[in-house]
Every structure is written in C-alpha cells, then in structure tokens.
C-alpha cells in the first residue's frame, strides 16, 4: 500500500489527488504546504485547484546534496527530473515536480494537472507518492 511523502501534503492519487493548503483565519492568505506545529491553529485546511498552469521550470540534472532520500541508490546512477512552478488560478503558485515524456514539448502557460509519483520505496519496499504536474493534452486542431 503507498503512503504519501508527509502529512497533510495532499491526499488521493493519480488524477484524482488533491493538495492541502491552508487558509489564514485571520486575512484569507493561502498558502501551501499547509503549516505545521503552533502555526496550523491560524490556518484552515483547504483543497487547491487540480489544474494550473506552468510558470517556470527547469530539470534537475545532478542528485541534490544530503539529505535528498529520492529514488534510487544514493551511489548509483540518478535519473534527472523536472521541476517547476505551477500557477492556480486565483489561489497561489506551488513548486512541483514535473512530469513529462519531453522536456522539450513543456511551454510557459501551457496547462497542467494535478498527479501523484512514486517518489521512493520505503523500508518495506513499498512505494511513498509525492505529487507531480503533468502536462494536459491539448486537443489537436
């Protein structure tokens, strides 16, 4: 059975998944992740947009230093990923992985959606989800 990466980060999978944010009781403020500790009193729980559009992005091409726990062996070959900006429209911009078949394809304001990956494996072997924005395929004319 998968588990996400960290509580109160976002819940479903795949398609259906959405992200937790908070909102500030005191002025509305979104934010995302939602807080933790002490701070959470001040915010409530609310789900954010599953579509958006992309912001700005790059690909992380060289394993992150210590303490990334990601896929793979921390001595063996690492697979590059994208990594982004997504915009909700009305609501806030997150920092996401990216999932894309090319990298080359990936456009600023081109549509994206919410998903899950698996992320690592945990200690049983089972895998732990993070969440992505894919690409929306757009209709062809």
């Given amino acids: 059975m998968s588990r ?17 944010g908070g909102r500030n009781k005191a002025d509305g403020r979104l934010v995302f992740p939602f807080p933790h500790g002490a701070d959470a009193d001040n915010f409530d729980l609310v789900e ?3 579509e958006g559009t992309l ?7 060289f394993r992150p230093k210590t303490p990334y726990n ?11 990923y994208g990594v982004g900006y997504i ?3 009305g609501e806030i911009i997150v920092e996401s992985r990216i999932v ?7 456009r600023i304001g081109q549509p994206m959606a919410l ?5 690592r ?20 004319a």
């Fill in 115 to 119: 998903t899950t990956e698996a992320y």
């Fill in 70 to 80: 990601g896929r793979g062996d921390p001595d063996g070959p690492f697979t590059p």
């Fill in 100 to 106: 894309a078949d090319d990298w080359d394809a990936l």
């Fill in 55 to 61: 912001w700005s992005w790059t690909v992380q091409r």
């Fill in 48 to 50: 954010l947009a599953c």
């Fill in 87 to 89: 915009e909700l429209p």
């Fill in 121 to 140: 494996e945990d200690e049983t072997g089972e895998p732990v989800l993070t969440y992505a924005f894919t690409p929306i395929a757009e209709p062809r």
């Fill in 4 to 20: 996400p990466v960290a509580d109160n980060l976002f819940r479903g999978e795949g398609r259906s998944a959405r992200l937790l």
